[in-house]
């Protein structure tokens, strides 16, 4: 591990002017991430800025029913916050399916999406990865040793293969959830479901926030049908595993048909993957089985399967029809 300056900012206005100052800097929120990649030699950041004391760990309504997110807010604390239990479950939900209880009493809002991808060939030095080390060339493309089991199928190109981590991401991408960030420039608004970068050419731009924006809050609009949400994750097992395949779903049925949906896939998208294609075919259709597995089919028809994880392709068929199912039997309760 490399030394390196530590700093803790006790307001916004010090941790932003410190980034400003350091472009080699890195902020520090609850660590999980960030820690691991110092020590394995991958963030070799010449200062920490530890911004876990600013005053950004409030969940707040909004006069529109939205919610306002702290991006230091821990994860296990947002997940039992009772206006996103009972008005987000898909959030809560999602929350809970990640990481371990002890992981989610660290992990913050804000650095968990930002967290770097599990790909194997990221974490290894001696292996080729085009988003740990620019132009280095892409070991998952060929990898015939389990490794393409986490990798995905949707989004991906001849750079880089690497599936998107995060569970909450998956949830906040159905919600249109917006990111809030600040720099010395000011502050400024970016949607969940344009933060993430496709990888391309540069598999190392992840995001769309720059390397001096601190990420303040994030914020949820109301929707009152996402009382019927819900956030299924298939994994190798039952806990402590990031996912295979991931759905986060909220449903809206009236009179049989389908009014609203909101559809997200996690673990196979190499960004948090906003279901638009399935959304467009199930809008205004018979909620039933039928139409979720011609919506999955949709959604999935561009999907690029690999000898080791070609199987997502259908598992994510089957788990958006499972999740949709499950959802429109419980019914609309708005
Ligand atoms: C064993 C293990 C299992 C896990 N399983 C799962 C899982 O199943 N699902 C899942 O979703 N996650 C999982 N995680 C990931 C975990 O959720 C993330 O490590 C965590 O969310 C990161 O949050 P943090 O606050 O610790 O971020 P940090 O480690 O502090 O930071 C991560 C990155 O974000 C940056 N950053 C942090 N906060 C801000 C901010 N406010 N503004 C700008 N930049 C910021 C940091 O500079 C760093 O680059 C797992 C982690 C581990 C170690």
């Not at 490399?2 to 800097?25: C, K, M, N, Q």
């Not at 089985?289 to 080791?308: D, H, I, N």
Request: with cysteine; aromatic share 4%; charged share 20%.
């Amino acid at each position: 591990m490399r030394p390196f300056s530590y700093l803790s900012a006790p307001d916004v206005a010090t941790a932003v002017g410190a980034i400003a100052e350091h472009p080699g800097a890195r902020f520090l929120g609850g660590g999980t991430n960030l820690v691991d990649l110092i020590r394995q030699n991958i963030e070799r950041p010449d200062t920490v800025v530890d911004i876990s004391r600013l005053p950004l760990d409030r969940i707040e309504e909004l006069p529109d029913g939205g919610l306002r997110i702290g991006a230091l807010v821990r994860n296990s604390r947002l997940a039992a916050h009772p206006l996103v239990r009972t008005r987000y479950p898909v959030l809560s939900q999602a929350l809970l399916a990640g990481a371990s209880a002890q992981l989610r009493n660290m992990a913050t809002v804000g650095g968990n999406l930002l967290q770097r991808t599990r790909c194997p060939y990221f974490y290894d030095t001696a292996a080729h990865c085009n988003k740990r080390e620019p132009g280095a060339g892409c070991d998952a493309l060929d990898a015939l040793d389990g490794a393409q089991r986490s990798t995905a199928v949707l989004g991906t190109s001849g750079h880089c293969i690497a599936a998107h981590p995060s569970d909450l991401c998956v949830a906040l991408a159905a919600l249109d959830a917006e990111v809030e960030a600040e720099s010395v420039r000011g502050v400024r608004r970016i949607p969940l479901t344009g933060f993430h970068r496709l990888p391309g050419g540069t598999p190392h731009l992840e995001t769309e926030l720059a390397a001096d924006e601190l990420i303040t809050a994030v914020e949820l609009p109301a929707l009152p049908w996402a009382v019927n949400s819900r956030y299924r994750k298939v994994r190798d097992r039952a806990s402590y595993a990031f996912a295979l395949v991931s759905v986060a779903a909220a449903l809206d049925v009236r009179d049989g048909t389908v009014a609203g949906v909101r559809l997200a896939l996690g673990g196979v998208g190499t960004k948090p993957w906003r279901a638009r294609a399935a959304e467009q075919v199930l809008t205004g259709a018979r909620a039933d089985g039928a139409a979720f597995a011609e919506a999955a089919g949709a959604e999935l028809a561009g999907a690029v399967g690999r000898s080791g994880n070609a199987f997502k392709t259908e598992l994510a068929r089957r788990t958006v029809v499972a999740t949709l199912n499950r959802l429109s039997a419980d019914g609309s309760p708005v």
